[in-house]
């Protein structure tokens, strides 16, 4: 069985890590955390990159490798450790919203993990929420944690 968590970068992903290891213990599950990163933030990042000579080409491969490793400090930031037995960190780039639902389709959680921000129904009608188009469009269990600048 496995356990599905997704965090961000823009706000810590505390409760969402501690509510997915909680899960995977209790199923006695593999925690899968997987951090996607925006197109548009990776061009971004390939523009302020290659814009350096000597660092070369910046690919979408080693964007997803930074993101996985962003994943991994995250982990050992929250929870004391890696446990490379019981955890696993991906990384991806494109949509939010479609990687993570192809992430879930691909890994067929017990539970999907995703922290919500403290917003009103004005804001995510206007903005959208990764959070929201993911409760609508899978049937795998999302387990919502409502984060904030504490977690």
């Keep these: 069985m496995t356990i599905l968590a997704a965090i961000g970068e823009e706000r810590h992903p505390k409760k969402v890590l501690e509510t997915s290891a909680e899960l995977a213990a209790r199923y006695d599950s593999r925690l899968v955390v997987l951090h996607v990163v925006p197109r548009d933030d990776f061009e971004t990042h390939k523009e302020l990159l290659e814009g350096n000579s000597e660092l070369g080409g910046f690919t979408i491969d080693q964007e997803a490798k930074s993101a996985a490793e962003f994943v991994r400090l995250a982990v050992e930031n929250v929870l004391g450790e890696f446990d490379d037995e019981s955890i696993e960190a991906r990384g991806r780039v494109g949509d939010p919203t479609e990687e993570i639902l192809a992430e879930a389709e691909r890994t067929d959680p017990e539970f999907v993990v995703i922290g919500r921000p403290r917003t009103s129904?004005?804001?995510?009608?206007?903005?959208?929420?990764?959070?929201?188009?993911?409760?609508?469009?899978?049937?795998y269990n999302v387990v919502s944690t409502v984060i904030g600048s504490d977690g």
């Design 121 to 139: 129904q004005l804001e995510k009608a206007v903005f959208g929420s990764v959070p929201q188009n993911i409760l609508e469009n899978t049937d």
